[in-house]
Nanobody, 117 residues
Framework: QVQLVDSGGGLVQPGGSLRLSCAASGSIRSFYAMGWYRQSPGKQRELVATITGGGGSTNYADSVKGRFTISRDNTKNTVYLQMNSLEPEDTAVYYC??????????WGQGTQVTVSS
């Protein structure tokens, strides 16, 4: 059973930065793609960023392009989300996601990000 552990959330002022981490219990090379989603109260969970397991291609939501960067460290089986220039609208619970080649989907437990002065 794959386990994903999200961490790195917290309270930050507008314009600040945070780095989220997603540590997998197994090799992240075994996943077709990994990514980050977020959900704020009263809203649906939305895609933030993804990175493929093969070539490392990345994809971002328009709202975070130029501010967030997704990356991975295969040696640590960890995926990161560097978030810069944070805005109050980025406040949400952020979830790590892994998509297997057979279509299985795994989720982390979520980490709260709050952007407020």
């Amino acid at each position: 059973q794959v386990q994903l552990v999200d961490s790195g959330g917290g309270l930050v002022q507008p314009g600040g930065s945070l780095r989220l981490s997603c540590a997998a219990s197994g090799s992240i090379r075994s996943f077709y793609a990994m990514g980050w989603y977020r959900q704020s109260p009263g809203k649906q969970r939305e895609l933030v960023a993804t990175i493929t397991g093969g070539g490392g291609s990345t994809n971002y939501a328009d709202s975070v392009k130029g501010r967030f960067t997704i990356s991975r460290d295969n040696t640590k089986n960890t995926v990161y989300l560097q978030m810069n220039s944070l805005e109050p609208e980025d406040t949400a619970v952020y979830y790590c996601n892994a998509l297997g080649y057979q279509g299985h989907t795994y989720w982390g437990q979520g980490t709260q990000v709050t952007v407020s002065s």
